[in-house]
């Protein structure tokens, strides 16, 4: 246990210090793409705020992200999990932004109290920490409603191995049935007591994006290969798994390593746990994961976007284009 806790505790340093941007662009070259103005991944924001509430107290706790500027009467809900040792909510605060100021509710549980929380705890950690968010939300004490029939999980990491765990056991462990779940970057390094044995069970009504990182050294791929491919109960028209390639075209490089999916904000750092070392958001945030999740999203919940989610090879693998109109490398898809 003692050899599995040094790994994980450096897997843990890796995947969250690690700096996956360039931060020295070359003036001479074309630029990579900023936010799209509208569209999946974009700027149209139907708030303003977002309102923040900590209920972190210990490995059942979690943070709770709300619309406002208008308030809602009721939001429907994303849960998202972060990596191991990333639970300072900071890491992926840019990603939790801009899901809240489209509408949605944001439940972040903590999952982990520290490096030794064993990782069979994660997932019934989580689930508590969900009922617990829903629990409050449904009390009207907060003003805004919970709309728990149209929940998606996102996860990073060991957060995706939570993600399908919480989707395969959600009966089980008292949570709403989710619609939609997308792994990013997901697995287990050498802990491998926090996943199932088998993912058989994820439901046929599942929609599901499994997204891959090619230098990623940190997790790999197995774990997700594994889900994708016991989920046979999932028609391939509703799940989907890819490749994402690092691309040095341009003055900033796009890279594709364990860490891309988080995205700074200094606003949600609860002050404990490591941050990410770059603040950065760039096109893969946009392109790549903010719009495939946008897409999955909307195809879980309104049938629609399945095509960029799914189903459109085209409209499914595109990352951008540099500042001259050359393409950014596409995803690969499976």
């Not at 941007?21 to 708030?47: F, R």
């Amino acid at each position: 246990m003692k050899t599995i806790t040094t790994l994980l505790l450096l897997l843990c340093i890796v995947s969250i210090t690690t700096n996956c941007q360039n931060t020295t662009p070359d003036p001479g070259k074309a630029h990579a793409p900023g936010q799209p103005a509208a569209g999946y991944g974009g700027s149209t924001y139907a708030h303003a705020e977002v309102i923040k509430k900590n209920y972190d107290d210990g490995p059942t706790g979690y943070w709770l992200y709300l619309p406002a500027s208008p308030a809602p009467a009721s939001a429907p809900v994303v849960v998202f999990n972060h990596g191991y040792g990333g639970w300072n909510p900071a890491n992926y605060g840019g990603w939790i932004r801009h899901l809240v100021r489209q509408g949605n509710i944001v439940i972040y549980p903590r999952y982990q109290e520290g490096p030794r929380t064993k990782p069979a705890e994660f997932t019934p950690n989580a689930a508590a920490g969900i009922r617990r968010a829903l629990e409050l939300l449904e009390t009207g004490g907060l003003k805004i409603r919970p709309e728990t029939d149209k929940l998606v999980i996102i996860g990073h990491s060991y957060g995706g191995t939570v993600t399908a765990n919480l989707a395969l056991k959600a009966e089980e462990l008292r949570i709403p049935t989710p619609k939609g779940i997308f792994l990013a970057a997901a697995g287990v390094g050498p802990a491998v007591s926090g996943q199932e044995k088998s993912y058989a069970g994820l439901p046929q009504s599942l929609k599901m994006l499994l997204l891959i990182e090619k230098e990623d050294t940190v997790v790999d791929s197995v774990f997700m290969k594994k889900v994708f491919a016991e989920s046979r109960a999932i028609p391939h028209t509703n799940k989907a798994m890819l490749m994402h390639y690092p691309d040095g075209y341009g003055a900033d490089s796009i890279t594709a390593e364990h860490n891309e999916p988080t995205c700074i904000d200094p606003d949600f750092d609860s002050g404990d746990g490591k941050l990410a070392a770059s603040t950065k958001v760039d096109a893969t945030d946009y392109y790549c994961y903010w719009r495939l999740a946008d897409a999955l999203i909307d195809c879980s919940r309104n049938n629609k976007g399945c095509a960029t989610a799914f189903t459109d090879v085209q409209e499914q693998t595109f990352t951008g284009k540099w500042s001259d109109g050359v393409e950014i490398r596409r995803l690969g898809g499976r």
